[in-house]
């Protein structure tokens, strides 16, 4: 049964890598730039992206699509930006993957968009496996879940082109031990760019929106790269 | 490509099933009572289990298998209580199964045990899908997470017998919604039991302890039933 399981997966992962391939072209095409969100449930994905999209919103041309197994929430939260947003429900389906943009887009995708971001169905494991045809991956782990997550869950930061630790304003009420977390990512993946923020308190996000500037900037050359 | 992964999920769910009823069998004949524990990466489960086997390691022989993807960290942390620990990394599979289980069982199984926890794979989403043959399922959430959870992470809760807020020290600084979330919890299960305490301080335990004792006790009925 192992071997069967294990070919049928490796199938729809090239079918995924395909598709994924296929939506980096489309959006690059259409000068989208993308970035896509993975982190537990409740490591504050939302509340970041909420932030996110209110900052980024007064000069860019934003939208979000946002994953869960069920309900509402989330995007009705989003709106709340002013942006456009988009639920993806997946029923029982731990994770998104290309498939679920791809038709998502194809329903929904406002004129003019500059920058897309993708908030991931919260799991810190099975989201790794696929590419959602996103420029930039981030992967956010808050304070109060542990300085032993990368150790834990190595395949998910391995994936990820920056880690993002957020709810920083309960770094002391939690006894987070930071020089243990920057050592823990440091040793699954050495020189992953590491930024530290709250959503809550707003600290850290001039150094966010100045790095999300960066990577949508230097988007063309690494586009090319990959086309090559 | 869409039905045959079903089909072969299906498959694998129903093998893991039958596997479960006997691991369920079999420590019912051992007169072991098993407990597993589910959520987020860093809900606090390790924490919680390590104050759970030194409050009930006095009265009763306890032990506990531990899953992660990758390394022995809450092993380790698990054995300062004195109780025989295994610990099951998984690779990149997002959660134990009833194999993982019957073979760890298989090389270790401490004489004369009374009581097994089982702590799952981080992930609020697949181990939903895999009965361990465990006789309490106790489903994990911090006031850290967010007050939606129940609400967005459904399939969960359904699988659970009660639901364990922890970190309940830390509620006031996180602002946290009690009435919220045992709203949440009530819609999408009405009636799951729900516990509330926090690892730190110890609040909460005695009831818990408690709530396992029951549990234990009422263990031969549940098997009847499921037996019969």
Chains 1, 2 share one sequence.
Not at 10 to 22: G, M, S
Not at 37 to 56: I, N, Q, Y
Not at 83 to 111: F, N, Y
Request: aromatic share 6%; hydrophobic share 45%.
């Amino acid at each position: 049964m192992r071997p069967r399981i294990v070919e049928v997966r490796q199938n729809i992962l090239r079918k995924n890598d395909v598709l994924a391939a296929a939506l980096r072209a489309r959006f690059e095409a259409a000068g989208v730039f993308v970035a896509s969100f993975v982190s537990s449930p409740g490591a504050g994905k939302t509340a970041f992206l909420e932030r996110t999209l209110e900052r980024t919103g007064g000069t860019r041309r934003v939208a979000a699509m946002v994953g869960d197994l069920a309900t509402e929430c989330d995007a009705d939260r989003l709106r709340r930006s002013g942006a456009p947003v988009k639920q993806i429900t997946t029923g029982t389906v731990c994770h998104l993957d290309a498939e679920m943009i791809d038709r998502a887009i194809e329903s929904w995708m406002p004129a003019g968009l500059e920058w897309l971001f993708i908030e991931n169905v919260g799991n810190l494991v099975c989201p790794a496996s696929y590419d959602l045809g996103e420029t930039l991956r981030a992967v956010l782990l808050s304070v109060t879940e542990g300085e032993d997550k990368p150790l834990k869950y190595p395949s998910i930061f391995n994936t990820a082109d920056v880690a993002i630790v957020t709810k920083i304003d309960l770094a002391s009420a939690v006894g987070f031990d930071r020089d243990a977390l920057l050592q823990n990512v440091e040793r699954v993946r050495p020189g992953l760019p590491i930024l530290e923020l709250s959503a809550r308190s707003g600290d850290g996000f001039n150094a966010w929106l100045a790095f999300l500037e960066r990577a949508a900037a230097a988007r063309p050359l690494v586009a090319g790269t990959t086309g090559a």
